[in-house]
């Protein structure tokens, strides 16, 4: 039996590896924990400094409140399904001042039938003053071809004077189809940093918007995406930057297409004031075939080559 069922009676060896793909939980974590499994609370463990409510407002979800001065804290809040349902929760997170805390979300589908079965979760952040928020999220499905999978995540970000976000999202395999949001807003000296990677193939779709509004004075953001899409996947990105003060922006993405895949990437960048500055890059391209050969020299199938190379890109 698998460490983390014996831990949480209300888990189980499917649940768990769903847990360790999305959140590397291969036992009970320390600090603040709330699981959610097929639409119910699995596991909630609240902390001295890091408190979780459920909501009372009518939305099925739970608030997360990080208490002013916490440092080198963490909080798992990752989602698992087994079920063909369609699952919508909203999460708030209140992150008082001077706080430096990791925060592990994700959601993993497991669906064996021939249903749906949809994720739609809707995060707000409130970061307040000089915290830095470290924010993972990781997304990924399996089961045996028949059913479908739907993930379609939303995060707004609103970062109080001089804190910062860094959040890492990947979507690691077997989503049929996601629509992604995601906004911050950047008061004086604040940064949001985002890394996105993404993987597709089959029929699979994928559709990331993104706004990056720096308010503030000395306020900085940068949007890195990595993807690939593969089979007759098709991938649309829309990140777009917006300077209304003296500030920092950049976009990159980088995509490889592979087989009779589609990728439409739009970064944009928005200036309303004279000293923003302001940059974005695209690039598509196959993989390159010299990157191949040398791998195939050392002893490699051109199969095994090409594995490397996506790992790595996407690492």
Known sequence: MNKLTQELNTIDEIDAELLEKIADMLDKPAGAINIRKNGGCAARVSTEHIKIDSRTDGHEGIDI????????ETCHIPVVMTRNITDAVYNDFYIGED??????????????GCGTSQHDGIHTFHIGKNSRVHYV????GEGDGNGTNIMNPQTIVYLAEGSSIHMDTAQIGGIDSTKRYTRFECSDGAEAVVTERLLTHG??????????V???VDSKGRVISRSVAKENSVQVFHPNVIG?????????????????????SIP??????TDAQL???????????????KLMTLGLTEEEAEDRILKGFLA
């Open 65 to 72: 409140r990080i208490l002013p001065g916490t440092k080198n």
């Open 99 to 112: 706080c430096d805390v990791t925060i592990i979300a994700g959601c993993g589908i497991h669906n064996s």
């Open 137 to 140: 999220e990781k997304h990924y």
């Open 203 to 212: 029929t699979q779709s994928a559709h990331s918007d993104m706004d990056l």
């Open 214 to 216: 720096l308010n503030g």
């Open 244 to 264: 209304n003060n003296a500030c920092f922006g950049h976009v990159q993405c980088d995509s490889i297409i592979m087989d009779q895949g589609r990728v439409e």
């Open 268 to 273: 944009a960048v928005t200036a309303n004031n």
């Open 279 to 293: 940059i974005h890059e695209a690039a598509i391209g196959k993989i390159a075939g010299d990157q191949l050969l």
